[in-house]
């Protein structure tokens, strides 16, 4: 099958101009200058052609940061395998790193076998895996060589949630150790979860129940301790490090510092930091469980800070941490205590449209939004130039995406399976149109032509901001 993309603007990390698109089989195998004889030429041979007039023609995006079905506080997240790569889908995302779980107890194998059989067979686009190490070992620490061999090549560690998913810091420079010697990246989330256990058994004592409270007792400086803590501990070591759904200023500095000295730092930010604040999380009538997740909303004066980050590649990924849990069922089983709110939001539909927005209001260059959302991941997580360009050889994962479309957010129409959205009522300009994956249509002017087991599991490579 010969697909011919034709009359839009190609935009890459790189830059932006007037190309058509060939497409055979599951790849791009060439680009030329619109209107050229070339391009005309494959319009006159082509099995389809796809119109692209006005349009901005880019790579699908990839979002590294999700937890499908993931089981927290006693629940699971809303999303399976299916319904949350389906979603994603129609949002323009065309590829997903989800959190395997290594549970207390078990080998890394186990957790990582237990993630594959999840999402086996019932993907609607292409995925990956991290590796979330909660049991820190000689015998886990020698498997992650083993993961890396086979395509898991970063492994994240908690400094929070105690008793739970977390390490001490020996443990996370032992993690960091074996990394620096088989090239895995270690992701940290980088918040003290020791002094926010104690902040939040105080308030509790206190009668502060509220979901606001979940925010007061994760203040953002311990988020900057925790960053600072992990950051040398990785220097110690030598090992990479990326941190995870970073949310405050004062983790931001700390990241930018370590970077100005030449460490190898990297950091991901979401679109729910930058768009909405802690006093989405004040709402009343325990509305503001929908917006309960970690590290917490901060206040707004934190979003210019984090914008300029993705600026001056501070922050060089923007990921949703999609991890969705309904209001009525599960946000619920802690209306009588903020810490039984299971953590997390979903996002993983509207990332691309979120932080395009950065770009109508001239945050961003429309250039950067095609960096943070898909080509970085792509070179961060090892898959590029397979995925994350539009390029000769590239895996056909395309979006077509209308800068003129106004559309609305909402739980009534978006395709996540989750009672509620965050972003409810926000007008947004700019939309998907039509994503290819692998060549296939999947999206098409608001019809969905995807389906389950489509996507494959991507082994990946180490991280390609290394040497
Ligand atoms: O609140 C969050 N972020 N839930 C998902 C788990 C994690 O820490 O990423
Ligand atoms: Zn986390
Ligand atoms: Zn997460």
Redesign the pocket.
Known sequence: MRTVISGGTVVTAVGSSPADVLVEGECIVALAAAGSELAEGWAAGADRRIDASGRLVIPGGIDGHTHMEMPFGGTKAADTFETGTKAAAWGGTTTVIDYAIQSRGDSLRQGFDAWLAKADGVCAIDYGFHMIVSDVSEFSLKEMDQLVDDGVSSFKL?M?YPGVFYSDDGQILQAMQRASGNGATVMV?AENGIAIDTLVAQALERGNTAPRFHGETRPSTLEGEATHRAICLAKVTGAPLYI??LSAMEALDEVTAARDTGQPVFAETCPQYLFLSEEDMARGDFEGAKYVC?PPLRPTAHQAQLWRGLRTNDLSVVATDHCPFCFRQQKELGRENFSKIPNGLPGVEHRMDMIYQGVVSGEITVERWVELTSTTPARMFGLYPKKGTIAPGSDADIVIYNPGLVHTLSAETHHMDVDYSVYEGRRLKGGVETVLSKGRIIVDHGAYHGSAGHGRFLERGLNGYLG
Do not use: D, G, L, Q
């Open positions: 908690f929070a989330h995870v759904h970690s």
